[in-house]
């Protein structure tokens, strides 16, 4: 079964500071992997996605994640993070990306500090 | 393109009671697909619609939950006799060939 775990609940960052949140999947298959950022009141906006290709992913808002097979990991990096980055930030895994039946892991928090 | 819009945003009901919550999906999307978040969770996924037809319910899905797309359009999603644990956000997203688009959720507490 696929499965995603992202081992930190909670992070805080000074703003301006560098930003990695970590994000380890368990698939049968080649994954599909996704980064979901959550505001408050907000719904899930996509930030990035990787299949294939380049393993360095580029995605909105000056985000970028890794993927890196041999870990069975997909960082997501930020070079310098702002007030407004503050929000929950989820992994997640699909079958390919026409089907969006998800597994998310359970989120990191972040708490950006002036 | 207005996005996927979700109604109602909030819902409280007493325990036993039925509600039905609507998904819009965003304009000529074909796959509409509903999850759940708890608290301190991540979403979790229930079904999913390509055009008219449900495709796919997990196993969380249990009877007293059913969801319908009937003109391949809207969704929604009916909860009967609800329980305690079924207090949750309801997630909508839809897409067409690519990422899925998320709602804002409906947030149901049921007392």
């Known amino acids: 079964a696929q499965s995603v775990t992202q081992p930190d609940i909670h992070i805080t960052v000074s703003e301006g500071a560098s930003l990695e949140l970590r994000c380890n999947y368990s698939?049968?298959?080649?994954?599909?992997l996704f980064w979901y950022v959550q505001s408050p009141g907000q719904g899930l906006q996509l930030l990035l996605k990787?299949?294939?290709?380049?393993?360095l992913v580029q995605g909105i808002k000056g985000f970028e994640a890794e993927f890196k097979r041999s870990q069975s990991s997909f960082n997501l990096r930020k070079p310098s993070v702002h007030w407004s980055d503050a929000a929950e930030y989820f992994c997640?895994?699909?079958?390919?990306?026409?089907?969006?039946?998800?597994?998310f892991g359970t989120g990191t928090r972040l708490t950006i500090i002036p | 393109d207005t996005g996927v819009s979700q109604d109602p945003r909030h819902k409280i009901t007493k325990r036993g009671q039925n509600v039905t919550f609507r998904c819009d999906p965003i304009?000529?999307?074909?796959?509409l697909y509903w999850y759940r978040q708890t608290l301190g969770q991540g979403p979790e996924f229930l079904t999913y619609?390509?055009?008219?037809?449900?495709?796919?319910k997990s196993r969380l899905l249990s009877d007293r939950f059913s969801a319908e797309r009937p003109k391949g359009s809207f969704s929604t999603l009916e909860i009967q006799r609800t329980e305690q644990g079924d207090s949750a956000m309801y997630l909508c997203?839809?897409?067409?060939?690519?990422?899925?688009?998320f709602g804002p959720g409906t947030r149901l507490t049921v007392t």
């Open positions: 997203a839809s897409s067409f060939g690519g990422p899925a688009y």
């Open positions: 698939y049968g298959a080649t994954p599909y």
């Open positions: 990787y299949f294939s290709g380049d393993t």
């Open positions: 997640a895994v699909g079958p390919n990306f026409g089907n969006e039946k998800l597994t």
């Open positions: 304009s000529e999307h074909n796959r």
């Open positions: 619609f390509q055009n008219e037809a449900q495709l796919e």
